[in-house]
């Protein structure tokens, strides 16, 4: 398997709903990646976790919490949302945590009410 | 830290002519730089990358050249298709400790191909 998944594709939610997003790897790779992404805009980085540790955390608000309950899974948590949130969340994966190929997930689109 | 300019931020090009996509970058740290082709309503794809112990990389009709000492890549498509429409990025990776695992993006590119 050498591809990223991400589910829900879409996803459409309240400022006082909790939802959650789930990214998916079986590439072995030992570092993963939280990317938000605005129309025409670069991606921009939020959180990276290696080994399973968080390493990286971009000053992104406490209304985002990340999780990797395993070396393939990655979740981000969402809690109290702003509509300015709104925006495509991409996960990625890389073998290792460093000037590595980071291989994107196909995104799940968020608007919030 | 690492800031990447990317020129130009559109580029409209017949069919069969070639395109160019510049990119600077500020950190003479920095050693890996890939560049990822976004189509519409999906994920960034790897299309090229390039070390900084490598001056050029070939793969079919793309190509990237690394200048280390202007700090600067470029991306050169040649022969373009329709199917090359889409927005691309460039990116740097530097390797302070700050910087670690970071990729920094360029603000993209909107190539047009018209047949």
């Known amino acids: 398997d050498t591809e990223v998944t991400q589910t829900p594709k879409h996803l459409v939610m309240g400022m006082t709903n909790k939802k959650s997003l789930k990214c998916e790897q079986h590439m072995g790779h030992r570092a993963m990646y939280w990317y938000k992404q605005k129309a025409k805009k670069p991606p921009e980085l939020m959180f990276v976790y290696s080994y399973e540790k968080l390493s990286i955390n971009e000053s992104v608000p406490s209304r985002f919490s990340p999780e990797c309950p395993n070396s393939s899974l990655l979740n981000l948590h969402l809690h109290a949302l702003q509509p300015e949130d709104s925006a495509l969340y991409l996960c990625?994966?890389?073998?290792?945590?460093?000037?590595?190929?980071?291989?994107f997930g196909p995104g799940t689109r968020l608007l919030v009410l | 830290g690492e800031n990447v300019e990317q020129h130009p931020s559109t580029l409209s090009v017949q069919e069969g002519d070639s395109a160019v996509i510049k990119c600077t970058y500020s950190d003479s740290a920095s050693n890996y730089f890939p560049w990822y082709k976004q189509e519409l309503g999906k994920r960034p794809q790897l299309i090229i990358d390039?070390?900084?112990?490598?001056g050029e990389k070939k793969d079919q009709r793309i190509a990237v050249t690394l200048n280390k000492t202007a700090k600067h890549f470029s991306l050169h498509i040649t022969e373009t298709q329709p199917e090359d429409s889409a927005v691309y990025f460039c990116?740097?990776?530097?390797?302070?400790?700050?910087?670690?695992?970071?990729?920094?993006f360029g603000a993209g590119t909107q190539v047009v191909v018209t047949p």
């Open positions: 390039i070390r900084s112990n490598v």
């Open positions: 990116a740097a990776s530097p390797l302070t400790t700050d910087s670690w695992g970071k990729l920094q």
């Open positions: 990625a994966s890389s073998q290792g945590w460093g000037p590595e190929t980071q291989y």
